[in-house]
């Protein structure tokens, strides 16, 4: 422990000492507080003169423990503790994410008092805790939890990142953020080993090692988009798409992880790749917006690929019209059914009597 560490501080840490090891004697209360015994007993009349019940007792099992009536101050976490607790509960109990629910409420009391950095991934879970991650992409959270503090202290990393089932590959980076998106953990930042600007998946860091090492982040760093633009490049197929509308409207039904928007003559051009054109067509296909794709061969081909099954399945549900059932007509005895059709009406009818006073029709034709 620091040796300028105030008083209140150290009363504050010789409470939650007491708090997780019941019992404790003054003497492994100093050594944890890097004072004298002497000092430690002190803390502890510190904080009676507080009026938390402390409790002390005498004897081979004694020592300090918090006594019953005790209302506990605001719980000290630190961002790594939080971070961990926060995604441990997510993950277990998916209602927490909902503020009005009990654990959720105090989750909400945790978010309030993080620092902005730790806090923001933390709210995007909330906002959007979709479905329980399978156990292949289920993140360590000592892991994440790291990689949290190295970001909020700026420290540059190393680690060791699982590339396949036998492949790793050890990694110098700048972490700016962890970010959840897509039901997945990233981390982003500026890797020295490739030189460029990489999206890591969390759930395949292996280990991490905090360097004393300082960076200064992007300013104005917007975490989420630079994912989300990052997450779009890099792909085999070229995507280059005109939409002809504003880049507010346009905005607001293309995400961001679809591609980056540009102004352009004649509208708005969205630039991406993709190792998927036919699921960028469905994503494209979903807007109400005019558009026209450019520079992209294999997205053309699977847009049209698509309309050509959209209008096969068309035409398959489209209703056959219902042919009217032929109507029997009665006609006067003697008509003649071999005689020429001179024109239209009513269908060539044989009738047959069938007894006194009865008819019975059968038709030969039906009405057209």
Same mark, same amino acid.
């Given at each position: ?115 902005? =950095?730790?806090?923001?991934?933390? !709210?995007?879970?909330? &906002?959007? =805790? ?6 292949? !992409? ?23 990142? &699982?590339?396949? =089932? ?93 591609? &980056? ?56 549900? &489209? ?12 006609? =006067? ?36």
């Amino acid at each position: 422990m620091r040796r300028d560490t105030s008083p209140t501080a150290r009363a504050l840490l010789a409470l939650e000492a007491i708090q997780d090891s019941p019992g404790i004697t003054a003497q492994r209360l100093g050594e944890l507080l890097g004072v004298t015994e002497r000092a430690a007993r002190r803390y502890v009349a510190i904080l009676r003169e507080a009026h938390l019940p402390i409790e002390s007792a005498t004897g081979p099992s004694g020592g300090y423990r918090v006594g019953r009536g005790l209302r506990l101050p605001p719980l000290m976490f630190s961002a790594a503790e939080a971070l961990g607790l926060v995604m441990a509960v997510l993950e277990g109990h998916r209602d927490a994410a909902d503020p009005t629910e009990l654990v959720g409420a105090a989750l909400s009391k945790i978010l309030r008092v993080l620092p902005q =950095p730790v806090a923001e991934p933390l !709210r995007a879970v909330r &906002r959007d =805790p979709g479905p329980p991650p399978e156990e292949a !992409r289920r993140v360590d959270a000592a892991v994440t939890s790291q990689l949290v503090e190295a970001c909020t202290r700026a420290r540059r990393v190393r680690l060791t990142y &699982r590339l396949g =089932p036998e492949t790793e590959r050890p990694m110098e980076v700048d972490p700016w953020a962890v970010v959840l998106r897509h039901s997945r953990w990233y981390l982003l930042g500026f890797s020295h080993t490739r030189q460029a600007v990489r999206a890591l998946r969390v759930d395949r860091v292996v280990s991490v090692f905090a360097t004393s090492q300082t960076f200064t982040p992007p300013p104005d760093l917007d975490a989420v988009r630079a994912l989300e633009e990052h997450l779009s490049e890099g792909w085999r197929h070229p995507v280059e798409v005109l939409f002809r509308e504003t880049i507010d409207d346009t905005a607001r039904w293309v995400p961001r992880s679809l591609g &980056r928007l540009e102004p352009a003559e004649g509208g708005v051009l969205l630039r991406a790749t993709t190792d998927s054109p036919e699921w960028y067509a469905r994503q494209l296909a979903v807007t109400p917006l005019d558009f026209e794709v450019r520079a992209s061969q294999a997205l053309v081909d699977a847009m049209a690929e698509l309309g050509e099954r959209l209008s096969r399945s068309a035409v398959s549900a &489209r209703p056959t019209p219902r042919r009217p059932s032929p109507r029997a007509t009665e006609l =006067p005895s003697g008509y003649d059914p071999g005689a020429a059709d001179d024109g239209p009406g009513p269908p060539r009818t044989r009738v047959n009597p069938t007894g006194p006073g009865s008819t019975r029709s059968r038709s030969r034709g039906a009405v057209t």
